[in-house]
């Protein structure tokens, strides 16, 4: 079944991701609007694509005319995503799903959802996972390099959407309002760490360790540097975590690895800058045969985006549900609340206070 979809924020993401890849599976998709605050972007996209274009996303739902809307704007979601479902539309929520348990739990339809979680989809992880079962986990590490985003887009031509004051003003006010549910007063850095940080960048970990072990347990140990840096630790259902995202403006390339450690061997992937198309992510898989440690490397160049939008469109066709629907976006959210507390300390109001 053909899937008429919109695309909400033409930015890096959608340049750069996921209007190629939609481009590349007309078979699946057809992108029949496309919106952002920046009308000249929209304008310019929409006459390259042969969409409708709008500059108001609220009123491009109002309009009509498309089965299913992939959310690619910054901030939170929570308003765009509970006004799509509440149309009956299938949502791609690019995380976070949003900055508040508040807006997440106000979702209605949430088995039209999916959060865009695209490592949960890899090919190495899928592995990963079918190599882990029936194993227990003891223990998850996690490094992440992150240079600056001008480092990892040098090979791409991506025009910058420049919106407004006028038209950013009401969801930049939205964003304020969900960080004061979320933290209370919280001062400005910490409220920079949550949104993004943690939701922004870190919250991929998140999930790979709910894929991996489930969510994490307690959140015990947090230390925050200069960079910045963050360091969060505690326990999983049956072993340990360490988590380590390190801004490093003039590190060469993106790097993360994932190190899973259970009674019978370790899992390594290595993952590449997620702006990479088909570049993949390397698996080395640790075990004992007799008295020989054998070690095996998968590489997949299946793209861990379209295969989730694959899965995208199983959800919007026959109702297949998500790697991550509501319950993990919300479990996500949770979690960063409790970084967030261990950091700031138990003055944080908000969710986060009882989080």
Same mark, same amino acid.
């Given at each position: 079944? /053909?899937?008429?979809?919109?695309?909400?924020?033409? #930015? *890096?993401?959608?340049?750069?991701?996921?209007?190629?890849? %939609? =481009?590349?599976?007309?078979?699946?998709?057809?992108?029949?609007? &496309?919106?952002?605050?920046?009308?000249?972007?929209?304008?310019?996209?929409?006459?390259?694509?042969?969409?409708?274009?709008?500059?108001?996303?609220?009123?491009?739902?109002?309009?009509?005319?498309?089965? $299913?809307?992939?959310?690619?704007?910054?901030?939170?979601?929570?308003?765009?995503?509970?006004?799509?479902?509440?149309?009956?539309?299938?949502?791609?929520?690019?995380?976070?799903?949003?900055?508040?348990?508040?807006?997440?739990?106000?979702?209605?339809?949430?088995?039209?959802?999916? *959060?865009?979680?695209?490592?949960?989809?890899?090919?190495?992880?899928?592995? $990963?996972?079918?190599?882990?079962?029936?194993?227990?986990?003891?223990?998850?590490?996690?490094?992440?390099? /992150?240079?600056? #985003?001008?480092?990892?887009?040098?090979?791409?031509?991506?025009?910058?959407?420049?919106?407004?004051?006028?038209?950013?003003?009401?969801?930049?006010?939205?964003?304020?309002?969900?960080?004061?549910?979320?933290?209370?007063?919280?001062?400005?850095?910490?409220?920079?760490?949550?949104?993004?940080?943690?939701?922004?960048? %870190?919250?991929?970990?998140?999930?790979?360790?709910?894929?991996?072990?489930?969510?994490?347990?307690?959140?015990?140990?947090?230390?925050?540097?200069?960079?910045? !840096? @963050?360091?969060?630790?505690?326990?999983?259902?049956?072993?340990?975590? !360490?988590?380590?995202?390190?801004?490093?403006?003039? /590190?060469? =390339?993106?790097?993360?690895? *994932?190190?899973?450690?259970?009674?019978?061997?370790?899992?390594?992937? &290595?993952?590449?800058?997620?702006?990479?198309?088909?570049?993949?992510? &390397?698996?080395?898989?640790?075990?004992?045969?007799?008295?020989?440690?054998?070690?095996?490397?998968?590489?997949?160049?299946?793209?861990?985006?379209?295969?989730?939008?694959?899965?995208? /469109?199983?959800?919007?066709?026959?109702?297949?549900?998500? %790697?991550?629907?509501?319950?993990?976006?919300? =479990?996500?959210?949770?979690?960063?609340?409790? @970084? @967030?507390?261990?950091?700031?300390?138990?003055?944080? #109001?908000?969710?986060?206070?009882?989080?």
């Amino acid at each position: 079944m /053909h899937v008429r979809i919109a695309v909400a924020g033409l #930015g *890096v993401a959608a340049q750069v991701i996921y209007l190629p890849l %939609l =481009a590349r599976r007309r078979e699946l998709f057809e992108v029949t609007d &496309v919106c952002d605050l920046d009308p000249a972007q929209a304008e310019s996209v929409g006459r390259r694509l042969g969409a409708r274009w709008c500059a108001d996303p609220m009123a491009m739902l109002d309009r009509g005319g498309f089965d $299913a809307l992939v959310v690619l704007t910054a901030g939170t979601h929570g308003a765009l995503v509970a006004a799509a479902l509440e149309r009956g539309l299938a949502v791609l929520c690019e995380k976070p799903l949003a900055y508040s348990q508040a807006e997440a739990r106000a979702l209605k339809n949430e088995t039209r959802l999916m *959060v865009g979680y695209m490592k949960q989809y890899d090919p190495a992880v899928r592995r $990963a996972v079918a190599l882990l079962e029936g194993r227990t986990v003891r223990h998850l590490d996690v490094t992440v390099l /992150h240079p600056t #985003g001008e480092a990892q887009l040098a090979f791409a031509r991506v025009r910058p959407s420049r919106p407004s004051p006028t038209a950013l003003g009401p969801w930049i006010r939205a964003d304020e309002e969900a960080l004061d549910t979320a933290l209370g007063a919280a001062p400005a850095p910490i409220r920079s760490l949550y949104s993004g940080v943690v939701l922004g960048s %870190l919250c991929h970990d998140l999930a790979l360790m709910r894929t991996f072990s489930g969510p994490p347990a307690t959140v015990e140990h947090t230390a925050v540097w200069e960079g910045p !840096s @963050i360091e969060v630790g505690g326990a999983l259902r049956q072993g340990r975590y !360490s988590l380590r995202w390190h801004y490093l403006p003039g /590190h060469p =390339a993106y790097r993360e690895t *994932v190190s899973v450690h259970h009674e019978e061997g370790t899992l390594e992937l &290595v993952f590449p800058s997620p702006y990479l198309m088909n570049a993949p992510t &390397v698996l080395t898989a640790s075990s004992l045969d007799g008295t020989t440690e054998v070690r095996t490397v998968h590489r997949d160049v299946s793209e861990a985006f379209e295969r989730q939008l694959e899965a995208f /469109h199983a959800l919007a066709t026959e109702g297949t549900a998500p %790697l991550t629907g509501l319950a993990g976006g919300l =479990a996500d959210i949770v979690t960063a609340q409790r @970084i @967030i507390r261990s950091v700031a300390g138990p003055a944080i #109001g908000g969710e986060a206070h009882d989080a």
